[in-house]
């Protein structure tokens, strides 16, 4: 009789959930349809002639959020957000670097604006490349302009390749560093009275630190220092250099900023201006007379402006502009951005299933020639990291060579996924190693007795219940799960071992769960060449055996749905839209900025799914 209930209950789930993903796919297709025809109304209203022919411009590039190498999420979703015209959190670093890269020799677009009010962060990495193309376009004798109410530290490092940088009266530029400040919670589990027990091995893996220490231990804090120095070091080098100041200038800027600001009478934007971090200081208004004044004189319908067109519609200009035809040599490129997840995942996180998937599309393709995989990655599931690998290894065997571009982080699992390639490419500013495993559980036995609250039983084995989090954990679960760590720990090493030529005591010294920067890691074997994803490009190629300019290079997506097409294709056309449908709740940025650190930790171990609960993962996030 049970058993006949729990039967009928199991198929009426199933029938209410087959029956809401059609009621979904229904209410996303109808809401597509009307922002359709609003898109089309509005396009037809208000865009301007010179969307489709821009003459004698001025190119604005205005990143909003982060950069990342893959936008995160639904390609609905944000198509429906960008329309209704809530903040962006992202911008695609690639796209920025294209358009760039293409103004650079259109003699439409003479002058570059860099406005970089809205950009939220960046990994260093990222900000080099960009600002690479940045001096590049310099190069062709076209001048670039930073303008800003004000600047952060990441903002500021593009604007300093900019030929002037003109910052409102008001301004500050608050240049501190890098730092790495982590919320611990033992205290707070202890009073909970939670039992996170814990595995791992190697003193520097400390992504659990949160959960079993009130504080960060001594191996982390080396670990931290170096490879928050070398970040330092390299922004300071570069920043100093674009603006032709003395070698410790940041430095001291930091350091001495109390001083500083007295002598310029707490005046932030006259001390900017004293010490070389701007040009001018300058109102908004007066920005634009000064920009107008390198376009001819050029005016709009409005006197006090300039002729202009945004980043996001040149690009669509551009694309519409030089659709060609897919040459016979293909270099194809999977993007590996964010924690690695079993099964198929989203864009912003790494699915094992669906990253394979993508790889196993550039083996099939007769004109695919060479696979880039750019990594931007934590890390995270130690079973999904070896199932790309095993892709990964697939694809080797065919004959093809395969590259890893190495973005800001490829640490942990980040880094599982590429110790196989023929070469790794990082940037000088990549974090990368952090080669170690770790697990948590959880048990609240403990929490439950103070509840009045007490969990028995029988179960059939030894290891029956064991593994219950609302019991307290058995020594046999415990001890099995050590087992699995220190196994797939030397999996992970042996496999190192074998991809880098190295022994694998030799290979044990440098990992341990140690996070190196990345030109530290190619001293220790763990990467093999430094260069942007530029580079890692070329080099595919030549391994190829493809000449320049005889090949042409081609994204590999996750396969969306048709919706998903649609909407994703609809995004870039609606995008002068989002300027004047300015609705929709927002959540203060400060207050959302103190909800990520305090729940950060928990996020990540929410989303975690690996079947073994087993993780290869760094949380060496930094501000």
């Known amino acids: 009789m049970l058993e006949n209930i729990l039967v009928f209950f199991k198929a009426l789930k199933s029938l209410f959930a087959g029956l809401w993903r059609v009621l979904d796919s229904l209410r996303k297709g109808l809401q597509l349809l009307l922002l359709l025809v609003i898109a089309i109304v509005f396009l037809a209203s208000i865009t301007p002639d010179d969307l489709i022919e821009p003459r004698e411009a001025v190119l604005v590039v205005s990143p909003q959020g982060v950069l990342v190498d893959q936008l995160s999420g639904d390609a609905f979703e944000r198509a429906v957000a960008e329309i209704r015209g809530l903040p962006l959190n992202e911008t695609l670093l690639r796209d920025l670097i294209e358009v760039i890269r293409i103004a650079r020799d259109d003699e439409r677009i003479e002058v570059l604006v860099l406005q970089l009010d809205g950009l939220v962060g960046s990994g260093l990495s990222k900000l080099q490349e960009l600002s690479g193309e940045i001096v590049r376009f310099k190069q062709s004798g076209k001048p670039?302009?930073?303008?800003?109410?004000?600047?952060?530290?990441?903002?500021?490092?593009?604007?300093?390749?900019?030929?002037?940088?003109?910052?409102?009266?008001?301004?500050?530029?608050?240049?501190?560093?890098?730092?790495?400040?982590?919320?611990?919670?033992k205290s707070a589990i202890d009073s909970l009275y939670i039992d996170f027990h814990v595995w791992t091995v190697g003193e520097y893996k400390s992504f659990v630190e949160p959960i079993t220490r009130d504080d960060m231990s001594p191996e982390d804090r080396e670990s931290t220092e170096v490879f928050l120095g070398a970040l330092w070091d390299a922004y300071q080098a570069d920043v100093t250099a674009a603006r032709q100041l003395s070698e410790n200038a940041l430095q001291v800027y930091a350091d001495d900023a109390t001083n500083l600001l007295s002598r310029a009478n707490g005046d932030t934007a006259l001390l900017a201006l004293n010490y070389g971090l701007v040009d001018e200081l300058l109102t908004r208004d007066q920005i634009r007379a000064r920009i107008r004044n390198l376009v001819n004189e050029q005016k709009t319908d409005n006197d006090d402006d300039y002729q202009r067109i945004s980043y996001e519609e040149y690009l669509a200009v551009v694309r519409a502009e030089k659709i060609m035809p897919r040459a016979d040599n293909t270099v194809a490129v999977v993007v590996a951005s964010g924690t690695i997840l079993d099964g198929s995942q989203p864009s912003g996180?790494?699915?094992?299933?669906?990253?394979?998937?993508?790889?196993?599309?550039?083996?099939?393709?007769?004109?695919?020639?060479?696979?880039?995989?750019?990594?931007?990655?934590?890390?995270?599931?130690?079973?999904?990291?070896?199932?790309?690998?095993?892709?990964l290894e697939v694809f080797q065997d065919s004959g093809k060579p395969?590259?890893?571009?190495?973005?800001?982080?490829?640490?942990?699992?980040?880094?599982?996924?590429?110790?196989?390639?023929?070469?790794?490419?990082?940037?000088?500013?990549?974090?990368?190693?952090?080669?170690?495993?770790?697990?948590?559980?959880?048990?609240?036995?403990?929490?439950?007795?103070?509840?009045?609250?007490?969990?028995d039983g029988v179960g059939t084995t030894e290891l029956s219940g064991q593994a219950n989090p609302l019991r307290q954990l058995g020594t046999d679960a415990s001890e099995s799960i050590q087992q699995m760590i220190e196994h797939t720990y030397s999996e992970f090493i042996g496999r190192v071992a074998e991809a880098r030529g190295k022994d694998v005591g030799e290979v044990d010294e440098i990992a341990r769960g140690r996070v190196w920067i990345a030109s530290d890691a190619q001293t220790y074997g763990l990467v093999d060449k430094l260069g942007d994803f530029e580079d890692a490009i070329i080099s595919a190629a030549e391994l190829a055996g493809i000449a320049e300019g005889e090949y042409t290079v081609e994204f590999i997506e996750k396969e969306l749905s048709f919706a998903e097409l649609i909407a994703l294709e609809f995004t870039l056309l609606t995008a002068p839209v989002s300027r004047y449908l300015n609705i929709g709740p927002q959540i203060p940025e400060t207050f959302q900025r103190l909800l990520d650190v305090a729940i950060e930790p928990f996020r990540f171990v929410d989303q975690l799914n690996d079947p073994r609960d087993l993780y290869a993962y760094c949380f060496c996030e930094f501000k």
């Not at 500021?156 to 982590?182: C, E, F, T």
């Not at 993508?358 to 890390?379: E, F, N, T, W």
Request: without cysteine; aromatic residues 10%; negative net charge.
């Open 349 to 391: 996180n790494v699915g094992g299933d669906s990253t394979a998937a993508m790889i196993r599309r550039a083996s099939d393709d007769q004109d695919v020639k060479a696979l880039v995989l750019r990594v931007d990655s934590p890390g995270g599931s130690a079973f999904a990291s070896d199932i790309i690998l095993r892709e």
């Open 402 to 455: 395969l590259v890893v571009s190495m973005s800001s982080v490829a640490a942990s699992g980040g880094y599982w996924i590429s110790m196989g390639a023929d070469e790794i490419w990082a940037t000088p500013t990549t974090i990368t190693g952090s080669i170690g495993v770790g697990a948590t559980f959880p048990t609240f036995s403990r929490a439950l007795d103070q509840l009045g609250i007490h969990v």
């Open 144 to 185: 670039v302009i930073a303008v800003g109410d004000w600047f952060t530290r990441d903002q500021y490092y593009i604007a300093a390749h900019a030929d002037k940088i003109y910052m409102n009266p008001m301004g500050v530029i608050p240049i501190d560093g890098y730092s790495r400040y982590l919320p611990y919670y």
